[in-house]
Every structure is written in structure tokens, then in C-alpha cells.
């Protein structure tokens, strides 16, 4: 095992870089796929082939900074970093980065190692976060399963280091484990992570790679199909917060899933979304009970939550109603949980299934006046506010959103000081008065509340208990006391 300089140093480091859990909970962040988001040259009229390397790279990212600050994002999330499998393979080549083949080099389409140091110094120097993601769980190999030559995996170099082949039985955990991601095309060869050799090795190499880029944090790849008791030590070794897949709609499994990971990501909540709100038919049911059983068995204020990444067909895709987008990412951004929002969702990218959602970024000229890029901007605006409101940070990121309005198309969600009204009829919608009770907006009586969102900053009044009518049906409308506004810059104040 080698021992590299830095981690010597790491111990120091971490104390004055480390950003905990607590403080994770308080980001929203922007999720970058690297070879898609920014090239160093600038360019926005290059044509990106959907299985080929586009061209973007860390310097890239660098000078699109202004870009994702602007829309109030403090953290990106970056590609995988290693070296990969080179050349073309049926799926193409490895651009989005999940087909490793030496752990111990980075992935130099993406940039060098001092580009990559500038990126986390020049987001640290805007005071951002750089949240890196990582695979434990396979390698990467252009061929079938059988036939893998394992010479070309760096450091894990022969048979004895994986499970034997096997195809993946997903509805048998024990196959979800020790039997191999992909197919026969390209396979991932299954790493035996319940070896103490193996995770000794991952944990110093993620000791390392965290301080020597200076990394805040990790979105961590393929979660469910490595065992539970990895994680653990892999945490700690690195010494961030993690936030994991486990891809899985089950809001039952998240609660023990959180022993061993805190930070997860919300995929219960992003079904229940993303069937609610692209579908003008589908009633408020499913999502209003989703969201108070999984509350009931897991701390969603640690997960992250989004409604796309780079697997799923974007929501646009299902349906491209401006309005629905609206009421969907508005939700999400108001939820518990780490906001987080995948390059493109705010140019109402509407891109299907693997790989036609990992559209380059720079088609779109990077428009900061798009419709949903202002809207991402204000919703950012609004949950910052609320971190300094109360004069307590915590109030707002450990209150567990609940629902306290729902009829058939429209749901309100209050979240600490602010109350979230949505619908999914979208933009035709016949709008109509709902009355928001005091005694579950927490709305006092006879006060003023403002329309943040949905309403050019209306000053509504509640009556003698605190209810409040409120017009709704199409736009997401977001509700603050105007005693809570204050300094906010929102709505002028
Ligand atoms: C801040 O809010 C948190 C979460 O509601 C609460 O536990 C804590 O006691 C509050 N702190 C203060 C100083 O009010
Ligand atoms: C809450 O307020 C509504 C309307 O003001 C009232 O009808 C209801 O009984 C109240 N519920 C509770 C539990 O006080």
C-alpha cells in the first residue's frame, strides 16, 4: 500500500476544510456532468455526438462559474474524476466517467491535476463547495464478462480482487451485490468490497484524493450494491459528507439504509414528483402520503433531492408544459433536503433516456434570462433567506416539510417560516381560491404575507384566525410573512 505525503497532512487539513453534515444541509447545489457543461475554449457552437467526448473540461467549469453562482447554486457536483476505459465501445466512450480503470490517475479529457486544484480553489475562493462522485463498487471493461483482462485495472490487477461474473438478478439482493453492473458489451467487473484488503485501499485512497484536490463532499455511485457495512469506514476515511444512490422508489428501506448513510438520495420523493406533476391527471395522493410515510422513517432534511440527474429522462421529456417544469422544480427546491439540480434542467432541457438526457450545456448560450434560470435563481434567494432568518440556521433546514393543504391538483407544503403552494394542471389551468388554515400555515392573525413567488409580490392579508385565501392553479406560489422578509432582497425588501 502506498502512503502518499498528503495523507500525513490529511489529519490537519480536514479540521479547517471539512464542511459537516449540519453545514451540507444548508448548500444547494448544481450537478455538472464535466464533458458536457463548459469547454476551455469557450465555445458554444461545437457539436456534442451523445456517446463521444464533447470537449468539456475543468477549465471550463472555471469560467462558467458567474454562471452557476449567479443562479444562486454554493456547490457543483462533478463528474467522476478517474482514468477510464479509453476508446470507443458500443455505448460509446466513457465521457460521464463511471467506467474506471486506474483509481490512482485522474481522467485527463476533463483537464490535469493542477486544473482540477484551480477549480476547488477558485470555488472555495467564491466561498462554494466542490463535491466530487465516486465509484467502489466496479470498474470499468470494453467486453463482455467472461472475458476480461484484468491486467488493464489499476490497482485491483487480477481475478482474485472481483466477484466471478454474474448477471445482475435486481429483485434478489444478494445478486444486487456480488453480480456485475452492465452487460456483456461493456461490463463492470464487481469488486469483493466485503474484503478488508479492498477497503483499506479505497479508504486511503479517498483520503488522499480529498485532500489533495481539497474535496467537500461526494456524491457516492452505485450505493445499494456494495454492503451496508462498507460505507462506514469509507465515510470516515474520507472525512465528508456523502450523498448516496441507492436507486430504489422503496420510502421503506431509506431508514435502514440511513444507519450506515446519512446523506441519500432521495429517490422515494422523486418518483412521486416526477408522477405527480408531468401528469395533469394524476391527483396529489400518492405524493401527499409518500411524503408523510417516508418522513416517518427516514431524516429527509439529510437526503438530496432533485428531480433529474444524468440516468433518469428529464421531466420535460415526459412533459414540456413551461408550468408543470415551474410547480416541479419549485417543489424540489423547497423540500428538506440538499437541493440539487442537474445542468440543463434550468434551459428546459428535455432530453429521454440514457444517453439523450447528458445534452451539452452550451447549446443553450448559457441564457441567464431563461425563463426557469430566473426562477432557480429566486427559489435559491428564498432559501437562503430562510437560513438567515430567526437569527437560527438550523430552523429551517431541520423543519420537516409537511403537507397542509391538498385537493386534488394542488398540494401546499409549509417548511419552517414558508408555505409552497403547487398544482399539476399546468398552463391552461382554471385558477381558483383555496384557504390556507392559520392553524397549519402557522400564519399569524390579521398578518401580511407576501406572494414571493406566483403573485409580483402581492401583499395578502390573513383574517382574524390566520387563514389566508390564495389564488392557485398554474404557477407555483410561494408565501413568507412580510415580517420575515426583511434584508432579504426579495420582492424589494
Ligand atoms: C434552532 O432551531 C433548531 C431546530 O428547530 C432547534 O433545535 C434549536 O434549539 C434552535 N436554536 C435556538 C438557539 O433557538
Ligand atoms: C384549524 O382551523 C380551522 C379553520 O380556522 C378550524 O376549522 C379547525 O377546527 C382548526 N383545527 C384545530 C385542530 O384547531
Not at 80 to 102: F, M, R, S
Not at 218 to 236: A, T
Not at 254 to 273: R, S, T
Request: with cysteine.
Amino acid at each position: 500500500m502506498k502512503l502518499s505525503p498528503t495523507s500525513l497532512l490529511w489529519g490537519a487539513a480536514s479540521l479547517t476544510q471539512a464542511l459537516s453534515a449540519a453545514d451540507w444541509q444548508k448548500q444547494s447545489i448544481y450537478q455538472i456532468l464535466t464533458d458536457r457543461f463548459a469547454r476551455t475554449d469557450g465555445s458554444t457552437s461545437e457539436q456534442c455526438a451523445i456517446t463521444s467526448y464533447c470537449g468539456g473540461t475543468y477549465r471550463g467549469v472555471i469560467n462558467h462559474l458567474d454562471y452557476i453562482q449567479g443562479m444562486g447554486f454554493t456547490a457543483i457536483w462533478i463528474s467522476p474524476i478517474v482514468k477510464n476505459l479509453e476508446g470507443d465501445t458500443p455505448y460509446g466512450t466513457a465521457y460521464h466517467g463511471y467506467w474506471a480503470q486506474d483509481i490512482y490517475s485522474l481522467n485527463d479529457h476533463f483537464g490535469s491535476e493542477q486544473d482540477l486544484k484551480d477549480l476547488s480553489a477558485a470555488l472555495h475562493s467564491r466561498g462554494m463547495y466542490l463535491m466530487v462522485d465516486v465509484v467502489t463498487n466496479h470498474m470499468g471493461y470494453n467486453g463482455c464478462g467472461n472475458c476480461v483482462n484484468y491486467g488493464q485495472l489499476k490497482p485491483f490487477d487480477n481475478s482474485g480482487y472481483y466477484h466471478p461474473f454474474c448477471e445482475i438478478n435486481y429483485n434478489d439482493d444478494n445478486s444486487v451485490r456480488t453480480c456485475w453492473e452492465g452487460d456483456n458489451k461493456v461490463s463492470l467487473p464487481d469488486l469483493r468490497t466485503e474484503d478488508s484488503g479492498i477497503r483499506n485501499t479505497f479508504n486511503e485512497w479517498i483520503r488522499d484524493l480529498v485532500s489533495k484536490y481539497s474535496i467537500d463532499g461526494m456524491r457516492i455511485d452505485s450505493v445499494k450494491h456494495v454492503e451496508k457495512d462498507f460505507w462506514p469506514g469509507f465515510l470516515q476515511a474520507a472525512g465528508i459528507y456523502g450523498i448516496g444512490e441507492v436507486l430504489d422508489g422503496n420510502p421503506a428501506i431509506y431508514g435502514d439504509w440511513q444507519n450506515y448513510m446519512k446523506g441519500l438520495m432521495n429517490y422515494p420523493l422523486f418518483y412521486w414528483v416526477q408522477q405527480t406533476f408531468s401528469n395533469p391527471s394524476a391527483t396529489m395522493d400518492s405524493l401527499v402520503n409518500g411524503i408523510n410515510t417516508l418522513k416517518g422513517q427516514a431524516d429527509t432534511t439529510a437526503m438530496g433531492v432533485f428531480i433529474e440527474n444524468h440516468d433518469q429522462k428529464r421531466f420535460p421529456n415526459i412533459n414540456n408544459d413551461m408550468t408543470l417544469a415551474k410547480n416541479a422544480i419549485a417543489f424540489t427546491l423547497l423540500s428538506d433536503g440538499i437541493p440539487i439540480l442537474y445542468q440543463g434542467q434550468e434551459q428546459h432541457y428535455a432530453g429521454g433516456d440514457t444517453p439523450n438526457q447528458r445534452e451539452a450545456l452550451w447549446s443553450s448560450g448559457y441564457n441567464t434570462n431563461a425563463e426557469l434560470y430566473q426562477l432557480v435563481k429566486t427559489l435559491n434567494q428564498i432559501r437562503s433567506h430562510t437560513l438567515s432568518a430567526r437569527n437560527n440556521d438550523s430552523y429551517y433546514v431541520k423543519y420537516q416539510a409537511m403537507p397542509i393543504y391538498s385537493d386534488t391538483h394542488v398540494i401546499a407544503m409549509r417548511k419552517g417560516d414558508v408555505v409552497g403552494v403547487f398544482s399539476n394542471m399546468g398552463s391552461n389551468a382554471n385558477t381558483y381560491t383555496i384557504n390556507l388554515w392559520g392553524n397549519k400555515s402557522g400564519f399569524g392573525a390579521n398578518q401580511q404575507i407576501v406572494q414571493v413567488l406566483g403573485g409580483n409580490c402581492n401583499v395578502l392579508q390573513t383574517d382574524d384566525l390566520g387563514g389566508l385565501n390564495v389564488n392557485v392553479g398554474r404557477d407555483p406560489v410561494v408565501l413568507y410573512p412580510v415580517s420575515a422578509l426583511q434584508g432579504s432582497g426579495l420582492c424589494g425588501r
